[in-house]
């Protein structure tokens, strides 16, 4: 069954350092979200892309985060300058397209660890 | 997105059916409900979906009231590894119209006893 992979499973980095999240969708899949989940905590809304473009983000989603489909496979995820409070699992998911009843798939996450 | 409503937990003994609530009392017509579980921290992992009919797949059924404002998911016969957190979500769009995504709530933890 087709599934949506995330690299790496788990990242320690160290407070202000660069970080790269990397996701493979779904083959057919055309819209891309990414997701964070602080430990403890509700599973929330990033950022949505679509054609190459971000079609919706959430207040999280400040200037330090960015988003990239640097080839026909790859979906990323590049945090800038991380802070303490960027410790969490980031899930990557995907669906084919969003009409009614389509169904968004989720990544097993990235764990990122800021010290 | 309609807002959603489930019981913070619930236990259910290994091999009886697990029957999860929702409340969804302002769902719109075209709204459809949608059931994700995760576990221990994994991705939330796709159950069942349905709009207004009962529906059923390998993992498990999904009925809908008439007046669609309230669900329940069926687990027939629980396993340990259903433990988890059951999340019940009405997927809109976006106010732009554009892509649909996903609002996960609280969730109910569903607690599988041996």
């Known amino acids: 069954e087709p599934e949506v992979t995330q690299t790496p499973s788990h990242q320690v980095t160290q407070m202000g350092q660069e970080v790269i999240l990397r996701c493979v969708p779904i083959?057919?899949?055309?819209?891309f979200y990414w997701y964070r989940q602080i430990l403890g905590q509700k599973v929330e809304f990033l950022v949505s892309f679509y054609n190459n473009e971000i079609s919706e983000k959430s207040e999280i989603f400040d200037d330090q985060f960015s988003v990239e489909r640097p080839d026909g496979s790859n979906f990323t995820l590049k945090i800038r300058s991380t802070k303490l409070e960027d410790s969490a699992m980031y899930f990557c998911?995907?669906?084919?397209?969003?009409?009614?009843?389509?169904?968004?798939?989720f990544g097993e996450g990235s764990w990122l660890t800021v010290v | 997105d309609a807002k959603t409503t489930q019981p913070t937990s619930m236990d259910c003994a290994e091999g009886r059916a697990a029957n999860l609530p929702c409340n969804h009392s302002?769902?719109?017509?075209?709204?459809?409900v949608y059931w994700y579980r995760q576990i221990h921290s994994q991705g939330p992992q796709y159950i069942i979906h349905?709009?207004?009919n009962n529906e059923t797949n390998e993992m498990a059924s999904l009925i809908i009231t008439e007046d669609r404002k309230s669900s329940t998911l069926i687990l027939p016969h629980a396993t340990l590894r259903d433990t988890a957190v059951y999340y019940c979500i009405g997927l809109g769009y976006f106010s732009s119209g554009s892509a649909r995504q996903l609002t996960f709530g609280s969730g109910t933890q569903l607690t599988v006893l041996p």
């Open positions: 083959s057919n899949h055309l819209y």
């Open positions: 302002t769902i719109s017509g075209n709204e459809y």
């Open positions: 998911a995907s669906t084919r397209d969003t009409s009614s009843g389509n169904t968004i798939y």
């Open positions: 349905g709009l207004k």
